[in-house]
Every structure is written in structure tokens, then in C-alpha cells.
């Protein structure tokens, strides 16, 4: 079991930047890839970005491309997500998850965190 912990959300104008951060504990991090995906209301979950184990490879969704950067600190057993000139269509609830590949494919994930609310206002 890997448990996932999602922090950073907040309310900041367009324009602003956020940094979300995802702790892991349980089974060994290094192990697997990690993405980020997100759900706003009344939409169905999307994929943001992803990064393979060692962190050498990473994907994003399109609408993110240059704006939005995936790390993560193995040795703080840590994923984060910086996320730059947010736009308000950046609402929504953001979730990190953990798997065997990293895809953007939500069905290749098999821990999920609880997610983290990000408000961009206009």
C-alpha cells in the first residue's frame, strides 16, 4: 500500500502561481511513476502530468505545456507540481497518484491521494 497526501491548494488570481506537493508513505516511492490529475465540477478527471521513477521523463497534458512542471525528491518520498500563469479553467480539485508506469491514463494508477482544491479567480 502506498498512502498519498496531497497539500498546497489555495485561491490565487490568474496569473499567480502555486506549488502542490504530494507526500507518500508505505511502500518504496522510487518505485513508482507519479502523476497529477485533476476534475472540475461537473467534468470528468484529466490528466495534467507525469513523471517516470527516477524522474528523468516527464509528460504533460497539453493545456499545461510551459506553464505547469513536474519534480520529485525521492529522498523526501515527495512529488510536486509547480504550476505558473494560472488561468481560471486551472479550477479544479487536483489529485497525485502513484503506479506501475507513468501514463496519462488514470486506469494505469493504483493509489490515489484525496486531493488538493486549486481556486484560480479572474
Known amino acids: 500500500q502506498v498512502q498519498l497526501v496531497e497539500s498546497g491548494g489555495g485561491l490565487v488570481q490568474a496569473g499567480g502561481s502555486l506549488r502542490l506537493s504530494c507526500a507518500a508513505s508505505g511502500r518504496t516511492f522510487s518505485n513508482y511513476g507519479m502523476g497529477w490529475f485533476r476534475q472540475a465540477p461537473g467534468k470528468e478527471r484529466e490528466f495534467v502530468a507525469a513523471i517516470s521513477w527516477s524522474g528523468r521523463n516527464t509528460y504533460y497534458q497539453a493545456s499545461v505545456n510551459g506553464r505547469f512542471t513536474i519534480s520529485r525528491d525521492n529522498a523526501k518520498n515527495t512529488v510536486y507540481l509547480q504550476m505558473n500563469s494560472l488561468k481560471p479553467e486551472d479550477t479544479a480539485v487536483y489529485y497525485c497518484?502513484?503506479?506501475?508506469?507513468?501514463?496519462?491514463?488514470?486506469?494505469?494508477?493504483?493509489?490515489w491521494g484525496q486531493g488538493t482544491q486549486v481556486t484560480v479567480s479572474s
Open positions: 497518484a502513484a503506479g506501475r508506469a507513468n501514463s496519462a491514463d488514470a486506469a494505469k494508477y493504483d493509489y
